[in-house]
């Protein structure tokens, strides 16, 4: 018993520290976002994402895979960035009902499953 608790623990502080190192990091949009793209087009998507140093300064965050995800209305597309450093470049097709809001990110798993973590976007035109 005690040895389950002592590796519960361990896998606990193991999947919390990922997290703990993109605290407080905030994503800004380098383009500006095409609102009355029409469904289908692609469109490309460029962004940074910044995290506060050990002293205090912001520093570019660099992860990947980062991701964009574009929500229109009942759909959404999602692509990849192909750096792994900021800035971050994706080509993503517009989904149905056009551009009504935006995500963008880091994919992390939960086990075997996806699971993409989102940053605040600073200048968000849905913000």
């Not at 949009?29 to 506060?52: M, Q, S, Y």
């Not at 229109?72 to 450093?85: E, H, I, L, M, N």
Request: glycine share 12%; net charge positive; charged share 15%.
């Amino acid at each position: 018993m005690r040895r389950v608790v002592c590796v519960t623990i361990l896998l606990f502080v193991a999947v919390a520290a990922p997290a703990t190192a993109k605290e407080g990091a905030r994503a800004r949009l380098l383009t500006a976002l095409p609102l009355h793209a029409k469904a289908g087009a692609r469109v490309t998507i460029e962004w940074t994402v910044k995290v506060r140093g050990p002293d205090g300064t912001l520093v570019p965050f660099r992860a990947n895979p980062m991701l964009v995800r574009l929500i229109g209305k009942g759909a959404a597309t999602t692509a990849f960035a192909q750096q792994f450093g900021p800035p971050y470049r994706a080509r993503i097709r517009v989904p149905r009902g056009g551009i009504r809001g935006i995500k963008l990110g880091l994919m992390g798993y939960s086990g075997t499953r996806p699971a993409p973590g989102f940053f605040p976007i600073v200048n968000s035109p849905f913000s």
